[in-house]
């Protein structure tokens, strides 16, 4: 959907979803700072894995980064997940950060990269849903309305 291979979201997903400690340890090519937030560390490490890998698309394990903390946020908010623009608004400001200062000293922004991910979810608000919600429940909200 996102033009994220699945190797790629599958990597960047167990490495949120079940921890990623060993990306930041003592072997690590870049060290990250001890007093950056874990959401740093994470995009700083993906950042890294798209700079090793040679794909078409340039950034694809930091788009899966953002995605996948995108649809987290969207479960766990409390705020109206239909005001989609809102929740585009308040997942900048509480859950992640658009841009790294890399071990020279040079920030990148991955605004594109978070706005590109922004658009696509506009794009596909139903499929969007139907995910959040379940298939289940998608299935009888639907048979409610014929």
Known sequence: MAGIDE???N???RNIDYGTTWAFNSNNNN???DDESVIVKQLKFFHQKDLEKFFSD??????????HHLLDY???TRFDIYDIDLIFDKFLQEKVKTQIVNNKGKEINFQIEIHQIFDLLKK????LYSDLRGEYLTRLDNKKEQ
């Open 11 to 13: 990597v960047v997903d």
């Open 7 to 9: 190797l790629i979201a």
């Open 74 to 76: 969207f479960r766990e």
């Open 124 to 127: 596909n608000k139903r499929e």
């Open 31 to 33: 060290p990250s700072n």
């Open 58 to 67: 340039k950034n694809l394990y930091v788009k899966a980064f953002y995605l």
